[in-house]
């Protein structure tokens, strides 16, 4: 009996062990782990509330399948090590993926991975967005990669003294064939399984996805998360491979032909046209400085005393809207000043700075100004250097101009950043002038030293949200120092001032929200929040002060400006408004998500025009989603030509009947 038990247990003994060297349990445990992180990452998107159905798995699975087919024609060994350096991959980008959503909303791309050099710059940022609980994304190293070493020692083993092993490797070419063989098979089930279900989706509810291309989260609702990355890669390539993508002639025309029509909506003229004519200018963008708490105190201080103060003197813009999206600060600046829409992928300063664009600082100069641009960091970032020569501004002043005598968060303080700047302005430049400038005192993760700023926070003492409090309290600190400097200099009577912030800051708990306004919260609340930042404009003799309440974005800032200088539009391609014409507004986030003042329309996460939630804002209760339908069509319209504009350089194809400057500013003071 002990001899048949002994031998019973070698034949279990060797039957497992064929089992663990089988390629195709290596191959099935890699595709269970796998496919775990993916459901994993998506029940982590905090904007996700969508769960995967079935063809969702089926696209997880066949996406799997076309990653890792290749690995079925290696022999044992080489199957296994590339699983190994394979699941190391594909882990580390579902990881980065998810860090990058916590902050930006949206999944790492081809461009943004171009600007990896900045990654350094954020390190601060990105380990605040790491969780203890993300160990869980690398769990299975605990049991893969020892199984792959236990399955290697087994395999010396058995290749010596398992007749089956031996007779399998004599008979190479058979082999090699069948591995061959079902490699292909592999393939070809991942093809239909990932490309079946996406022609399915597009052919129903996600008609014109690839087309629109407006937000990467309905992308990845068709795509999954890898056949998201297989697209940017291909979108990627027919970019920038090859030969320059060009658009049909007629699309071009009916491009034009909107800026055309757009151009009547900005040719009013009223008692400010002009007004200002010759007087400098200075922009302020303020880091993640959003308009919830404006006006508001915690334990009886007020948060913005001197903003709150200068509402009182100058226009207060409350329902201001950023409409950022990869890019954040540089699509910020780049949709002030270029009155265009922010791609949907990557940022345009890194990926079209060679491109042709109408800018502001390039306009102002042409007219006699000096456009400065000041941003107290490495002028490298965000392609700045790059980016702002093409933009035609007199001078870039980065960190190296400064005296880093104030050493808070990133770099300089605002506190000297601004009296730097003012100096700078008073000494070496010009006037008039164009002042542009960038402060990040109150940049992610918001962790000000205590003795920067005095602001009691209350039961939010210790928290992100308490901190982000601080950090504005401190740059409003600084706002306050900068005017009174001003007067002072003599620049306060003769500067139009406007001051706004860049985006949101990226801290998307509700619940913190409604603990600090002491209310309840709506969807439409939170998505007003989110993306609401306040727009000063102060005037240099004072008028018009008081609280515009029509909706506005960043893009209406440029043409503006040039209303209030007397500096005709109409030679140039912007898709903003001019916020003194008193005409009818439209605003569109990039995505796709817009307001006109009566409505207010927000996308589902799937990109679906009727999964979209249609909100009345007279009652501030959704409505009959059909209400949004104009609205949503000229919205995603409007994003597709931006798009167009900015892929196509159509402006410099445009450029021949442009170029007509009509009004020189005076340079006295």
């Known amino acids: 009996m002990l001899v048949i038990r002994t031998a019973g247990a070698n034949r279990t003994g060797n039957m497992f062990s064929r089992m663990l060297l089988s390629r195709y349990f290596g191959f099935g445990l890699f595709f269970v782990l796998m496919i775990g992180k993916l459901v994993l990452i998506h029940h982590n998107l905090h904007a996700q509330n969508i769960d995967m159905n079935m063809l969702d798995y089926v696209i997880a699975i066949g996406s799997l399948l076309l990653v890792s087919f290749w690995t079925l ?6 199957r296994l090590v590339a699983l190994v350096v394979l699941n190391i991959l594909l882990t580390a980008l579902i990881y980065s993926d998810m860090v990058y959503y916590r902050y930006f909303q949206d999944f790492i791309t081809i461009p943004v991975l171009l600007q990896a050099g900045q990654v350094d710059s954020l390190g601060g940022s990105i380990a605040s967005l790491m969780y203890w609980w993300d160990l869980f994304f690398f769990a299975d190293w605990i049991l893969f990669i020892p199984y792959v070493m236990f399955v290697a020692s087994l395999r010396r083993r058995y290749v010596t003294s398992d007749p089956y092993f031996k007779t399998s490797r004599r008979s190479f070419t058979k082999s090699f064939l069948l591995r061959f063989s079902k490699g292909a098979l592999a393939f070809l089930i991942g093809y239909i399984f990932t490309f079946g279900p996406i022609k399915y989706y597009t052919s129903t509810w996600a008609t014109g996805i690839f087309v629109g291309n407006w937000w990467s989260m309905a992308l990845y609702n068709v795509t999954g998360l890898i056949g998201f990355h297989g697209y940017d890669i291909y979108r990627y390539g027919q970019d920038h491979l090859g030969s320059q993508p060009t658009l049909a002639q007629a699309e071009s025309d009916k491009d034009k032909e909107w800026f055309n029509q757009h151009q009547k909506l900005l040719q009013v003229k009223n008692d400010l046209s002009g007004k ?33 103060k200068l509402t009182k003197e100058s226009m207060y813009f409350n329902n201001y809207y950023h409409q950022t999206a990869q890019g954040r600060t540089s699509d910020a600046d780049f949709s002030t000043h270029a009155s265009l829409h922010p791609l949907p992928t990557g940022s345009v300063f890194i990926r079209y700075a060679d491109h042709k664009f109408d800018t502001l600082p390039s306009i102002l100069k042409d007219t006699g100004y000096s456009p400065n641009a000041f941003h107290v960091y490495d002028s490298s970032f965000w392609n700045r250097y790059t980016m702002y020569k093409a933009m035609n501004y007199d001078k870039f002043y980065s960190k190296k101009d400064f005296e880093i005598d104030e050493p808070l968060g990133w770099s ?15 000494t070496e430049v010009k006037q008039p002038f164009y002042a542009y400038m960038v402060g990040i005192s109150s940049h992610h993760p918001y962790n000000l030293p205590p003795d920067a700023v005095d602001l009691d926070v209350g039961e939010f003492e210790g928290t992100m949200f308490g901190d982000y409090l601080k950090s504005v309290h401190y740059v409003d600190e600084a706002l306050g120092e900068l005017v009174d400097q001003m007067k002072k200099d003599g620049l306060w ?37 989110m993306n609401q930042v306040p727009l000063l404009v102060h005037l240099p003799d004072g008028s018009r002060a008081g609280t515009y309440t029509e909706p506005a974005g960043q893009l209406d800032l440029t043409p503006s400006v ?23 507004r439209m605003v569109v986030l990039r995505s796709g998500a817009f307001t006109d003042g009566r409505v207010y329309y927000i996308p589902s ?8 939630t249609c909100y009345n804002l007279t009652t501030g209760q959704p409505t009959d989603v059909n209400a ?29 009947q442009t170029q007509e400057v009509t009004t020189t500013p005076s340079t006295s003071n």
């Not at 506190?415 to 302005?425: A, G, H, I, V, Y």
């Not at 539009?569 to 898709?575: A, R």
């Open 73 to 78: 024609w290696l022999s044992r060994r080489g």
């Open 493 to 529: 009577d003769n500067t139009i001032l406007m001051f706004y912030g860049d985006h949101d800051n990226s801290i998307k708990d509700k619940a913190l929200y409604e603990k600090f306004l002491g209310k309840p919260l709506t969807d439409l609340d939170m998505q007003k929040i």
């Open 628 to 656: 949004c339908g104009p609205g949503y069509t000229e919205a995603l319209n409007r994003l597709n030509i931006s798009d167009q504009v900015i892929t196509y350089d159509l402006i410099r194809q445009w450029e021949p």
């Open 605 to 612: 996460e799937d990109g679906t025009f009727s999964k979209g």
């Open 412 to 426: 300089l303080g605002d506190k000297s950043f601004f009296r730097q700047t003012l100096n700078d302005l008073t």
């Open 276 to 308: 200002y004519k010759g007087k400098n200018v200075m922009v302020i963008q303020a880091e993640a400085y959003m308009n919830f708490f404006i006006g508001k105190k915690i334990n009886g201080q007020a948060i913005t005393p001197n903003f709150d």
């Open 562 to 584: 040039m209303h209030l200088l007397g500096i005709s539009t109409k030679p140039y391609h912007f898709m903003g408004n001019d916020l003194f014409s008193e005409k009818p």
